[in-house]
């Protein structure tokens, strides 16, 4: 008894002879679309490539094929995408009308136009795979800056710090620390003459503190200061500026009194022959 296997192909072989009979040969697509020359034919391999590209789109929805398989599912349908544009161009050279201008865009199952890089497009499921996802994402747009104007809306006193004390914080704060610091100040200066005493021997031995307001007796007056003398007891001081007397004060007051009044009440000519008369009395 033959096999099942040889049994089918007994019946396919008589079915191929049959078809060769009657003249039903399904014709095979050319390889390249150069070899066609028929524009006919030509249309008829172009929708066939179009329902091959249809029926994988819609396989390609389905996420649980995997990754491998809707990997290849995409290149399949972006091979077929490019001979299409193959057949459109034979097409065009014999003579038909051109597809790449008046047809159609593709488009996905949700009627958005189907993205891609270069070329190279992604269809279904194949736009959430690893790495492919991330070509699509937008970012986020840059915060917008703020103008001059609005920058300085913000700044006032408290930017410069001017109001810093009016919290009544930061006062209290700062008497506290300064009160400690001239503790210590007042500590350490109480240690380092108490040093001084030990290694200098009695405290009748003592240096006298440096008056620094003191005047010594053989320092002149260079500059032309008078030099106040107080009692046999009492410093002496210099004064680096001439000091007005009393009399010096009250007439300068009257100069500048009558220069007032002058200005106020007289004209421009009489003090000019004021003057003039002023300078021929040789006052």
């Known amino acids: ?38 524009l006919h034919k030509a249309e008829k391999w172009r929708r066939q490539i179009i329902s091959e590209i249809s029926k994988k789109v819609a396989q390609i929805q389905n996420a649980g094929l995997g990754e491998f398989r809707i ?17 459109e161009v034979r097409i065009k050279e014999l003579g038909g009308p051109d597809y790449g201008k008046v047809g159609p865009k593709m488009l996905d199952h949700e009627g958005k136009e189907v993205p891609g890089n270069r070329g190279y497009k992604y269809f279904g499921a194949a736009k959430d795979l690893p790495g492919v996802r991330e070509l699509f994402e ?12 609005e920058l300085m809306k913000d ?38 003459k108490e040093a001084r005493l030990e290694s200098g021997g009695d405290k009748e031995e003592e240096e006298e503190e440096v008056n620094i307001y003191a005047v010594k007796d053989d320092e002149s007056d260079d500059e032309g200061g008078e030099q106040m003398e ?25 100069r500048r009194k009558k220069m007032e009044l002058l200005q106020k009440y007289a004209s421009e000519t009489l003090m000019a022959q004021s003057e003039d008369a002023k300078r021929l009395l040789g006052l």
Request: one cysteine or more.
């Open 138 to 149: 937008k970012e986020p747009p840059a915060p917008p800056r703020k103008t001059r104007a």
């Open 71 to 87: 990997r290849d599912l995409n290149d399949e349908i972006n091979k077929l995408l490019r001979e299409k544009g193959h057949w």
């Open 1 to 38: 008894m033959a096999r099942n296997a040889e049994k089918a192909m007994t019946a396919l072989a008589r079915f191929r002879q049959a078809q060769l009979e009657d003249g039903k040969v399904k014709e095979r697509r050319p390889f390249l679309a150069s070899e066609c020359n028929d």
């Open 155 to 192: 700044i006032d006193a408290d930017y410069y710090g001017y109001r810093d004390e009016d919290d009544g914080v930061l006062l209290p704060l700062e008497q506290e620390l300064e009160k400690q610091v001239i503790i210590e100040a007042v500590q350490k200066w109480k240690a380092d």
């Open 230 to 254: 107080g009692e046999e007891n009492q410093q002496k001081f210099i004064a680096h500026v001439p000091v007005p007397s009393q009399k010096e004060i009250e007439e300068a007051l009257v």
